[in-house]
């Protein structure tokens, strides 16, 4: 798929791996419009980089979503919608066998799945209008096999994989134009993993992956260590599932 001249909508486009697309799809000649929840994260984006537009907007809150479809109409409609936004709720030390996480677990359901789909449906119309109209679902390795420490925030991401591909089927069914990706980013180095040790890549290489999978029409992009884990979950699922949860992890639930 061509990205040149579309206009690209970035959901929590303001840092992270969606602030780093925003600035790779304005260099190869997109449009771009991000959005989140702080102004002043907003506002600095915006200064660093005048060219993109940003709209304040919570993929949790209803009426943000209609405030954004219609800003986003007003400026003349998108071609892509790049679901980016998530949110990762670290359950507290008790984990998560109790209910101090429940409003944590909804609150990832809200933003990470539910979220996704109320944009997804709010700008189909518009999106099956355009020439050609593609959607990013971004979910992640952590939907193939469960996080121990991460229960809830895997199993949200778990929800929209499924969706994922049950809403490309539907839309190839009923002949729809509008192009379902799925992005399956690896470890990347951003404010969700500042707290992890382990191997990281960049926000820049995450998104040449990315490019490059819209480029070819691979409509699951897996980009680095995505990949070989696939592999290794498809073949050998036990041993995924320990590169997931090493032996520190059930070190960290006893404590
Ligand atoms: N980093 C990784 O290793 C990794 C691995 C696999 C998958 N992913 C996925 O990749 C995507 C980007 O992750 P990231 O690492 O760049 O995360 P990040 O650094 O935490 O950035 C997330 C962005 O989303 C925005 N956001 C959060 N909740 C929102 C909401 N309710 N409405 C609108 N915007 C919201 C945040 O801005 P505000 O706070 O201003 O709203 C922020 O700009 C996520 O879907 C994540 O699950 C990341």
Redesign the pocket.
Known sequence: MNVQGKTILI?????????EAAKQFLAIGAKVIV????QA??DAAKKANPAIITIQ????NKEDAKFLFNKVKELGGIDILYN?????VPPSNLGIANDTHTDGAAYEME??YL?VVRLNNIFMDMLKSRKEAAIIN?????SQSPSLLEATYSSS?TALAFYTISLREHLKIIGSNVKIFELI?????????AERKDK?IS?EEMVKGLIAGLRKEHYTIRVGDAKLFNVINRFFPKMAYKLINPKKSYQLLKN
């Open positions: 959901t929590g486009g303001a840092s992270g791996i969606g602030l959005t989140g929840r702080n994260k907003l907007s919570d993929i949790a980016n936004a998530a949110v990762l933003v990470n979220g971004t979910t992640s390795i952590l991401k980013p690896p470890l990347v180095a951003t404010e969700m993993t990281k926000v």
